[in-house]
């Protein structure tokens, strides 16, 4: 059983950064792909950013230059780099593994229990 535990989120002011965390409960790095989704109050969760177990990224029309997806295979950790925040950016972000791509950006696997990203104007 996979375990994905979240940590990074906060609240910061419009044109801040932060950088979200995802931990594995187990090395899965090297045979899945990972996700980070957010859920906006009173809205559907929705795909933020995907990166593969090989190197290709997903990033939604919003993310698209400000936020950068990416892992570390030393530490085990996969990030979401989030920068130039917007208010529209607020919700719960999780993390979300899955076998390939296509599964991760479309029913994952497995899910975090999220972390709250609050971006005020």
């Known amino acids: 059983q996979v375990q994905l535990v979240e940590s990074g989120g906060g609240l910061v002011q419009t044109g801040g950064s932060l950088r979200l965390s995802c931990a594995p409960s187990?090395?899965?790095?090297?045979?899945?792909?990972m996700a980070w989704y957010r859920q906006a109050p009173g809205k559907g969760r929705e795909l933020v950013a995907a990166?593969?177990?090989?190197?290709?990224?997903v990033y939604s029309d919003s993310a698209k230059g400000r936020f950068t997806i990416s892992r570390d295979d030393v530490k085990k950790l996969m990030y979401l780099q989030m920068d130039n925040l917007k208010p529209e950016d607020t919700g719960m972000y999780y993390c979300a593994s899955g076998p390939n791509l296509s599964r991760v950006t479309s029913s994952p696997s497995y899910w975090g229990q999220g972390t709250q990203v609050t971006v005020s104007p």
């Open positions: 990166l593969s177990n090989g190197e290709l990224t």
């Open positions: 187990i090395d899965i790095f090297s045979i899945s792909a």
